[in-house]
């Protein structure tokens, strides 16, 4: 079955570091990957997607590119902010239904 | 535009007492899906359903029970409340299934059984 493995939380950073967050996936077929990012109180929204292998996804100075051959999706960004402190979710859609499968969620904490 | 909503927002119940939550989308979409969220499990597919007038089981179907009233609404309902159904409930919604679409969230409901 499909399945998605993100790096354990939570990852605290100071203001303007960088910022990496792992995934890996297991999938049959030609999955959709997805970042969705869950602000404190607030449900999932998408930070950004990519449908096909070597698409990258890029939003709000997020980059994440769909590496098939390492079945990787790591989610990365130059200089990270308070505000970007959030929980975040990698996760895989195949066609069959439109089922999204997350990981398990990485937490971020940025301070000044 | 009011995307998802959710309603209740924060819900407290005993033991055996059933309970409704309610989900609506006003961007038109086919299909509909209900997740919960448990510490350090991410979200798991409750219920979904493709297009109006039809519901499937997703991972994490038992206790539960949904109905798709119209293309709108998606309800979700617990007849008889548990303390393993503790958690927070997320209803989505996105065009039909392409396997590329993006799934827009409500805000969520906090359950509480006691």
């Known amino acids: 079955g499909n399945s998605v493995t993100q790096m354990e939380g939570p990852v605290t950073l100071s203001e303007e570091a960088f910022l990496t967050i792992n995934c890996t996936y297991t999938?049959?077929?030609?999955?959709?990957l997805f970042w969705y990012v869950q602000y404190p109180g607030e449900g999932l929204q998408l930070l950004l997607k990519?449908?096909?292998?070597?698409d990258k996804g890029s939003n709000k100075g997020f980059e994440a590119t769909y590496r098939k051959e390492t079945t990787s999706f790591h989610l990365e960004k130059g200089s990270v902010q308070v505000s970007d402190s959030a929980v975040y979710f990698c996760?895989?859609?195949?066609?069959?239904?439109?089922?999204?499968?997350f990981g398990t969620g990485t937490r971020l904490q940025v301070t000044l | 535009n009011a995307g998802v909503t959710q309603t209740p927002k924060f819900q407290v119940l005993k033991t055996g007492q059933s309970m409704t939550l309610q989900c609506a989308q006003d961007?038109?979409?086919?299909?509909m899906y209900w997740y919960r969220q448990d510490p350090g499990m991410g979200l798991r597919l409750i219920y979904y359903?493709?297009?109006?007038?039809?519901?499937d089981k997703g991972e994490v179907p038992n206790g539960y029970n949904v109905s798709r009233l119209n293309k709108r609404e998606f309800s979700l309902r617990l007849e008889s409340a548990a303390p393993s159904q503790t958690s927070v409930y997320f209803c989505?919604?996105?065009?039909?299934?392409?396997?590329?679409?993006?799934?827009?969230f409500g805000p969520g409901t906090r359950l509480l059984v006691l």
């Open positions: 990519a449908t096909k292998a070597d």
């Open positions: 999938a049959t077929g030609y999955p959709s």
């Open positions: 989505a919604s996105s065009e039909l299934g392409t396997g590329k679409e993006t799934q827009y």
């Open positions: 961007m038109n979409h086919n299909s």
């Open positions: 359903s493709a297009s109006e007038g039809t519901t």
């Open positions: 996760a895989l859609l195949t066609g069959t239904a439109s089922k999204l499968t």
